[in-house]
């Protein structure tokens, strides 16, 4: 399923766009955040946290290959753009014992000039993963693959840079995509008043194809 269309109409057929309190109950996600500017979905993070997301709609999925073209400009290091598979019924806390992928994160990052992998296990406060460096200020597409006992990233044509055959950490049923501009107050504020996150495109497919095994 290739979702490129939702993102440069923002036709909402297919997607959640939050209006609800923030990441951790601080600021706000509300719908006038997200909008689309010369057909690419922006969302928009303003200095006092009101900030935006979506998560797409009765698409759940358990295993299959997702690619994401994004990009994310300098901006204060208490935001984090983050895109991640979120075990379906999780609820809307911080941790979900559900499982959760964070396939894109810029984490207390204001240069955007690293990504960080983290997938949630556990009672969702476990971690595993991995940084790799990469100028998320330009278009790069991120990628995900997971099979039964096995998940692997990637960026662009690159080798992956984490993989994990441990069927422990990975979640145990479905998941949601999920894209979301998430606001930490109590992080530094470095690099900006704003932050913004750009997405062009993802696809989701339930069967892995041409990828890293």
């Known amino acids: ?47 006092e946290g009101t900030t935006g997301g979506m998560k797409l709609r009765d698409h759940s999925q358990r295993f299959g290959q997702w690619d994401i073209r994004l ?10 753009p983050v895109v991640l598979l979120w075990g379906t019924g999780g609820g809307s806390g911080v941790d979900n014992p559900n499982g959760e992928i964070d396939i894109v994160e810029a984490f207390q990052n ?12 556990g009672d969702g406060s476990q971690t595993v993963g991995a940084a790799t460096a990469v100028d998320m200020t330009r278009w790069h597409i991120y990628h995900v693959v997971w099979r039964d006992g096995f998940l692997t ?10 993989t994990t055959r441990d069927p422990s950490v990975l979640p145990k049923g479905a998941v949601d995509v999920a894209v979301q501009l998430d606001w930490f107050p109590r992080e530094p504020r470095t690099g900006g008043s704003t932050a913004t996150m750009q997405v062009d495109f993802i696809t989701q497919a339930p069967v892995p194809t041409g990828a890293p095994s």
């Open 1 to 47: 399923m290739d979702f490129a269309d939702d993102f440069r109409r923002l036709n909402l057929t297919d997607w959640d766009v939050y209006d609800s309190p923030g990441h951790d109950n601080r600021g706000a996600r509300r719908p006038s955040q997200v909008r689309v500017v010369e057909n690419v979905l922006t969302i928009t993070g303003t200095p």
């Open 71 to 80: 990009r994310a400009p300098r901006g204060p290091s208490c935001y984090h």
């Open 110 to 121: 204001a240069p955007r000039d690293r990504n960080e992998f983290t997938v949630h296990f």
């Open 153 to 162: 990233t990637w960026i662009d044509d690159d080798p992956p840079y984490f």
